[in-house]
C-alpha cells in the first residue's frame, strides 16, 4: 500500500490496512501479504474516499451498484488508467 506515512498514527495505517482487507476478502479476491492492489492514500480526501467507499460493504447493492462501487474503488489504485479504460469499453459495448 503506498501511503505517506510520515502524517500518520499507526493506528490509521492499521485502520486502513483493514479496510482494505476487508474489502478484498469480501469480493472474494486472494491476495498475499502485501497487496498487489496499490491504493494512493496520501491525501486526507483519499482516505475520506475510502472510508465512505468501504461503508457500502455493510449494505446490500444491486448488481449495477456493486460494479460502480468496485470501480471507485479502482480510482484510488496506483494504476487507476486502467481499471477506468476497461470500464469505459465495457460501457461502449453496452451502447
Known sequence: MIANTKNMSSRKLSLIY??????LTKNNMKFSPKPKMQYIL??????????KLAQFQKQKLSK????LVKFLYTQLETD???????????????V
Not at 449495477?64 to 460494479?67: A, Q, R, V
Not at 477506468?84 to 459495448?93: P, V
Open 18 to 23: 483493514k479496510l482494505i482487507i476487508n474489502h
Open 42 to 51: 496520501d491525501k486526507k480526501q483519499d482516505q475520506c474516499i475510502f472510508a
Open 64 to 67: 449495477e451498484k456493486e460494479k
Open 80 to 94: 487507476w488508467r486502467t481499471p477506468l479504460e476497461k470500464f469505459i469499453d465495457k460501457l461502449l459495448k453496452q
